[in-house]
């Protein structure tokens, strides 16, 4: 059974950094692009990232872009995403999703975990 | 970029088939796959259409989605409604590197 289990959120200051972590079990982590997509409060869905199965290659959603970074370590079946200078518009949920085979799109998506920006 | 436009609501009765709607704004639907999504109150996303009409295992064949190049649009069909299928529903397709969400559609089943 795939799980993918985000951890790391919580309440951070304008301008402070958070790094999230998704791991994941029940699937050959290497072979999938992994994503990052966040739900503000009351709002819709939005991409932020996404990470090839090699790491090698790495996207961003405008928004983030010189801001996030996406990385993974596949001994430990982790994807991370470090958040610098961070602002009141990335308080949201941010679900870690596991793509379709042509990475098209999200075939598994993991539980969340928040991100409140606040002072 | 592109953006994907859904319905804000509909609803429809138990028993009764709906479908929920999105149009691409520029560029064509049928070059890229377009997935559909449900979020229930409290819950995380849960896919239930990908590459324009495949069913994920364990999803019921309630569900099913078609595209519609004279109207640059997908759509997403639930038949035989039940109210657990009473949810948010978004769409997705992608730009070379990027993905587009649509707002969601809320369904509600009464």
């Known amino acids: 059974e795939v799980q993918l289990v985000e951890s790391g959120g919580g309440l951070v200051q304008p301008g402070g950094s958070l790094r999230l972590s998704c791991a994941a079990s029940?699937?050959?982590?290497?072979?999938?692009?992994i994503n990052w997509v966040r739900q503000a409060p009351g709002k819709g869905l939005e991409w932020v990232s996404a990470?090839?199965?090699?790491?090698?290659?790495?996207y961003y959603a405008d928004s983030v872009k010189g801001r996030f970074t996406i990385s993974r370590d596949n001994s430990k079946n982790t994807l991370y995403l470090q958040m610098n200078t961070l602002r009141a518009e990335d308080t949201a949920v941010y679900y870690c999703?596991?793509?379709?085979?042509?990475?098209?799109?999200?075939?598994?998506w993991g539980q969340g975990t928040l991100v409140t920006v606040s002072s | 970029n592109f953006m994907l436009t859904q319905p804000h609501s509909v609803s429809e009765s138990p028993g009764k088939t709906v479908t929920i709607s999105c149009t691409r704004s520029?560029?064509?639907?049928?070059?890229?796959?377009v997935q559909w999504y449900q979020q229930r109150p409290g819950s995380s996303p849960t896919t239930v259409i990908y590459e324009d009409n495949q069913r994920p295992s364990g999803v019921p064949d309630r569900f099913s989605g078609s595209i519609d190049s004279s109207s640059n649009s997908a759509s997403l069909t639930i038949s035989g409604l039940k109210t657990e299928d009473e949810a948010d529903y978004y769409c997705q397709s992608y730009d070379s590197t990027f993905w587009v969400f649509g707002g969601g559609t809320k369904l509600t089943v009464l």
């Open positions: 029940g699937l050959t982590f290497s072979s999938y692009v």
């Open positions: 990470l090839s199965g090699s790491g090698v290659g790495t």
């Open positions: 520029s560029g064509s639907v049928v070059s890229s796959y």
């Open positions: 999703a596991k793509s379709t085979p042509r990475a098209l799109g999200v075939i598994f």
